[in-house]
């Protein structure tokens, strides 16, 4: 787990810092954030509606950087530019992303109300787009990997990924759940479908990472991320408890797991003679004794053997 999502977090950086330089040297000057095909995008991608949770998160006003250089009093206004801010990082679009982020250098030469000390504030708040589309991206991994399982059917006409991924549909809310809605619940069911859907996520994160390094922003912690939405997606531990208890096989196999406690393995594996607590005891490696030598059990004598 913790090699895989080391692997994609490098993945994620190298792809966007490419493609950001190569978007970046092609950007021409205007006051035109995005197009009428992105509009159109966002509109109709299932990937989008999972990631902002309404149908059209841009609107054409969203169009024209005078949009986002003004205050406004409306209350939505803050939850608009967001979503729209989410819409271009799940449609993958660097461009507008760029062209929001750069804006700072350029205010002054502009008309606006608003500072550019501001802007990063202003617009801070998107971030939690990416583990929605983290989310997706690992529940399309899932049905890639065991398509039937997945699909087999259950009561109530619902596909067996209700079953093995309850916490993906915890709610009618969940990421997952939006996700599957906007495909009318027929989800990507063969391999080259589903792979399609998650080189789209892929290109979501390169996007999500170019707007985060260029518009000032922190630094996402990727590793942490793909792991963490991981444990929560199969919610493995949680469903493992409530059947058989924290105690269970009387080790730490069920406890719950995070990404800073798969990060603590790894760093334990790494070779260092590890210290030892005084008077804690070590938990056993084998507790049920698979790797014992079985031992050969003596036949019991009759009376007659025994005299």
């Known amino acids: 787990m913790r090699r895989f999502a080391t692997e994609l977090a490098n993945e994620i950086e190298k792809a ?42 841009l609107s054409p006003d969203m169009m024209q950087m005078a949009w986002w250089a003004t205050k406004r009093q409306h209350p939505d206004d803050k939850a608009r530019r967001l979503k729209g801010i989410k819409a271009l990082s799940a449609c993958g679009e660097i461009g507008p992303l760029l062209r929001l982020a750069g804006w700072p250098q350029t205010w002054k030469h502009q008309e606006s109300d608003i500072d550019a000390s501001q802007w990063v504030a202003l617009n801070n708040g998107w971030q939690n787009s990416v583990d929605s589309i983290l989310l997706i991206l690992l529940f399309l991994g899932a049905l890639d990997a065991f398509p039937e399982p997945f699909f087999e059917e259950y009561p109530l006409q619902r596909g067996g990924f209700w079953f093995w991924a309850p916490m993906a549909f915890y709610n009618h809310r969940s990421i997952p759940r939006l996700y599957a809605l906007a495909h009318g619940f027929q989800v990507p069911r063969t391999t080259g479908e589903t792979r399609k859907e998650m080189a789209l996520c892929f290109e979501a994160l390169i996007a999500a990472q170019a707007s985060s390094l ?35 096989l009387g080790c730490d196999l069920n406890t719950t797991k995070t990404a800073s406690s798969l990060r603590r393995i790894g760093q334990e594996d790494g070779g260092e003679e590890q210290k030892e607590d005084c008077g804690l005891k070590k938990k056993p490696m084998d507790p049920l004794k698979l790797r014992e030598a079985k031992q050969e059990v003596e036949p019991e004598l009759d009376e007659e053997g025994r005299c």
């Open 16 to 57: 966007s810092d490419k493609r950001s330089n190569e978007v970046e040297a092609s950007l021409t000057p205007g006051t035109k954030v995005f197009s009428d095909r992105v509009l159109d995008k966002a509109h109709d991608m299932p990937l989008c509606f999972g990631t902002t949770g309404v149908e059209k998160p």
């Open 214 to 248: 260029k518009g000032g922003y922190k630094d996402i912690n990727w590793e942490d991320g793909i792991m963490h939405n991981f444990l929560y997606l199969l919610g493995f531990e949680a469903w493992n408890r409530n059947r058989e208890g924290e105690s269970y």
